[in-house]
């Protein structure tokens, strides 16, 4: 038999008070006589009594539960990296007392994809959203952030747009990018390709970017046939470096990958073609993930800390949620080369 649910008027009637004061208990209100609140506690303890969530937020009460929204069409559970970001912040937003509502959007595009998590915030289901894996210009987060919501963006910049409720989170692309071209330079290559990221992300553009004024301050020409078009996935790197092979007269001598899990599948696309890597062609990537140093040869790359993103994104946010948004919040997060043996000295 279904047990009958307890409400606020019952604990009224058992506890012998009203029903505001009742809720004058639940909301912590000051102004409760000390025995009257452990009279109606002792009551609310014993039925096992939780206030229904819905009135608690319709009173402005805070759910303390953050929205996590992945944007992409490739499967996350299989991705090392998104994981981390995943376990990264459950266990930051869990030591703020936070719980985490998450959702995968395959097609913001899709006007009821986009929809669905409009109507997370306007019914109060969270208190505030993270978003990665979005467009850099992304109109439904930008209607969210209009509308005054709290919310949180990896990989994103857009000039102008400093809303203090509006929390950016990024890598600093620029002086790694520099690095690596630095790196790949003092090594004596002078012919270096790219296989670039999503374009429409910020951290692709960003990046291809970089790389350009790092050519040219290092005096180094860029040619279109060594700059290929790509994605963050390994399918991308693999597709790229086929075709680079393939119709490509000249090689370059070393490319640089948008990411490791671009450069996986660089690697493989090279042993098939017999180019040897690093003998023939040195390789470097982003990221430092957890494959890149067991790989063969192991990759050279540049180690993002991914949790220390995901600690800085967790806490502004939740800053600006208990603190209410008063000033604009961007950090940029440094990176760190780890060389391995995939890039050769010439």
């Known amino acids: 038999?279904?047990?009958?649910?307890?409400?606020?008027?019952?604990?009224?009637?058992?506890?012998?008070?009203?029903?505001?004061?009742?809720?004058?208990?639940?909301?912590?209100?000051?102004?409760?006589?000390?025995?009257?609140?452990?009279?109606?506690?002792?009551?609310?303890?014993?039925?096992?009594?939780?206030?229904?969530?819905?009135?608690?937020?319709?009173?402005?009460?805070?759910?303390?539960?953050?929205?996590?929204?992945?944007?992409?069409?490739?499967r996350v559970s299989s991705d090392i990296?998104?994981?981390?970001?995943?376990?990264?912040?459950?266990?930051?937003?869990?030591?703020?007392?936070?719980?985490?509502?998450?959702?995968?959007v395959r097609n913001p595009q899709d006007p009821k994809q986009a929809t669905g998590v409009k109507e997370t915030f306007y019914q109060r289901r969270v208190d505030g959203g993270i978003f990665i894996g979005a467009a850099n210009?992304?109109?439904f987060i930008e209607e969210l952030v209009a509308e005054g919501f709290m919310v949180a963006i990896v990989d994103q910049f857009l000039p102008g747009r400093n809303e203090p409720n509006r929390v950016l989170v990024n890598f600093d692309y620029e002086s790694s990018v520099h690095a690596a071209v630095d790196y790949l330079a003092d090594l004596g290559h002078r012919?270096?390709?790219?296989?670039?990221?999503?374009?429409?992300r910020f951290?692709?553009?960003?990046?291809?970017?970089?790389?350009?004024?790092?050519?040219?301050?290092?005096?180094?020409?860029?040619?279109?046939?060594?700059?290929?078009?790509?994605?963050?996935?390994e399918s991308s790197g693999y597709e790229a470096a086929m075709h680079l092979v393939r119709s490509v007269k000249e090689l370059?001598?070393?490319?640089?990958?948008?990411?490791?899990?671009v450069a996986f599948g660089v690697m493989r696309a090279l042993?098939?073609?017999g180019v040897r890597v690093p003998q023939d062609m040195s390789?470097?990537?982003?990221?430092?993930?957890?494959?890149?140093?067991?790989?063969?040869?192991?990759?050279?790359?540049?180690?993002m800390d991914f949790d220390k993103m995901m600690t800085q994104l967790t806490r502004l946010l939740i800053e600006n949620i208990e603190q209410g948004a008063r000033e604009f919040h961007r950090a940029d997060i440094q990176s760190e080369l780890v060389v391995r043996e995939s890039c050769k000295k010439l």
Not at 283 to 303: E, I, K, M, N, V
Request: with cysteine.
């Open 1 to 74: 038999m279904k047990k009958t649910e307890t409400n606020s008027e019952e604990i009224a009637r058992l506890a012998g008070v009203s029903r505001s004061t009742v809720s004058r208990v639940i909301n912590n209100y000051p102004n409760v006589p000390e025995k009257t609140r452990a009279k109606v506690m002792k009551v609310i303890q014993q039925h096992n009594y939780y206030p229904n969530l819905s009135a608690q937020v319709l009173a402005g009460k805070k759910t303390r539960t953050l929205g996590l929204f992945f944007i992409g069409a490739g």
């Open 81 to 104: 990296v998104s994981n981390l970001m995943i376990a990264s912040i459950i266990e930051n937003a869990s030591a703020h007392g936070y719980y985490v509502l998450t959702h995968i």
């Open 137 to 139: 210009h992304e109109p």
């Open 191 to 200: 012919h270096i390709g790219i296989i670039n990221g999503d374009m429409k």
């Open 203 to 233: 951290a692709g553009p960003a990046k291809y970017d970089a790389f350009v004024r790092a050519m040219q301050r290092r005096g180094l020409a860029v040619r279109g046939d060594w700059v290929l078009p790509g994605d963050f996935n």
């Open 252 to 261: 370059p001598t070393a490319l640089i990958a948008a990411n490791d899990t």
């Open 271 to 273: 042993e098939e073609c």
């Open 283 to 303: 390789l470097l990537g982003f990221d430092d993930h957890a494959l890149s140093a067991r790989c063969q040869p192991p990759l050279t790359t540049f180690r």
